[in-house]
């Protein structure tokens, strides 16, 4: 017995399974003399439905994770190098695949037996949204065992971490005009406020 798998078996539940799997799981561990691991096991928290059936998208469809945290990559990428134009591009199939993300989600917890609710729907945008804007967020979620939904608006930090650090006296990207690296400034700034 070892706290991962342990970690890994209790998130993988249903939701209403959590509680009494991971109490007979910490119980088991501390008759075994493992009281380290017993108390590992007794602080784990179960999931709100949002993080559930997000934990539930990671497992079943990782490749779709995986979409996230290369889009999140290429949008930062794009940032750091100023680039409006595929800026726009990922930002609007950031909205697509975070859409159709949702959607899937939805569908695996109806399959499962617990419809998603537009309050929850809302959470899982904001988490896939999150894990866009932020690589952290992506690995949380990959790891499959998030406990509340993630706020995008934390995770932007890390997307826009160095949007307008460069002065534009400082650096106008090659062929371009002052009026140029304005304007990507502005696209970067309307994008902050979308992602938040």
């Known amino acids: 017995m070892d706290f991962e798998s342990v970690a890994d078996e209790l998130y993988a539940l249903p939701r209403d399974e959590f509680t009494a799997a991971r109490n007979a799981a910490a119980k088991q561990a501390r008759e075994q003399g493992h009281c380290e691991l017993a108390e590992q096991i007794g602080a784990l928290h179960r ?53 159709g993300l949702v959607q899937q989600a939805q569908a695996l917890a109806r399959a499962a037996g617990h419809p998603a609710s537009e309050s929850v729907s809302r959470e899982l945008s904001n988490t896939f949204t999150a894990a866009v804007n932020s690589s952290a967020a992506a690995q949380a979620l990959a790891g499959g065992r998030l406990t509340s939904a993630l706020d995008p608006a934390d995770a932007a930090v890390e997307l826009f971490a160095e949007a307008g650090t ?31």
């Open 47 to 99: 999931p709100s439905t949002a993080a559930w059936v997000a934990n539930l998208m990671a497992r079943e469809q990782p490749g779709e994770i995986r979409a996230l945290v290369e889009l999140g990559d290429g949008l930062r990428e794009a940032q750091h190098r100023l680039q409006g134009d595929e800026l726009r591009r990922l930002s609007t199939q950031r909205h697509q695949l975070v859409h």
């Open 166 to 196: 460069a002065q534009a006296s400082e650096h106008v990207p090659d062929g371009g005009t002052r009026q140029d690296d304005d304007r990507l400034r502005q696209e970067l700034e309307r994008l902050r406020r979308e992602a938040a």
